[in-house]
């Protein structure tokens, strides 16, 4: 259900990390080890710098680290700017007037799984992915 792109930030704030205190990490060597295109990858994390989820440094032995702790840092943060999921309001079929009081036909079961979808984000942190 993730985007390539929410994959590949994902993956690289887990290599982020493991980083010990102090360290700093190149894009290079990022998306060499998460194997994603290293323009792309530099430009999502610093809209993530931007967001305050990595601190971004200049020069050399800098890059990339953790703004937060990886306990702190949730699915939901790193999914929510790149695929906006906490706006699935929509109906599943597309129906204009559905809602708890006018269902589609899967109105209930989309709701359930929607909010599945949305608690497992919330309650998965980068550095649950690291085990």
């Not at 060597?29 to 200049?58: D, E, T």
């Not at 906490?86 to 809602?99: D, E, Q, R």
Request: charged content about 20%.
């Amino acid at each position: 259900m993730l985007t390539k792109t929410s994959k590949q930030i994902i993956n690289a704030l887990v290599e982020l990390a493991k980083l010990k205190e102090g360290e700093w990490l190149g894009v290079g060597v990022i998306a060499h080890r998460i194997k994603a295109p290293q323009n792309y990858l530099g430009k999502m994390l610093q809209s993530f710098a931007a967001k305050g989820l990595v601190l971004s440094q200049k020069g050399l032995g800098g890059g990339f680290q953790l703004a937060r702790e990886p306990e702190k840092i949730t699915l939901f943060d790193v999914v929510e700017p790149v695929e906006n999921v906490s706006v699935w309001s929509n109906c599943a079929l597309g129906m204009k007037k559905c809602s708890d009081t006018h269902p589609c036909p899967v109105h209930h079961e989309w709701k359930i799984v929607k909010e599945n979808y949305l608690n497992f984000l919330k309650n998965t942190t980068v550095a649950s992915l690291m085990k």
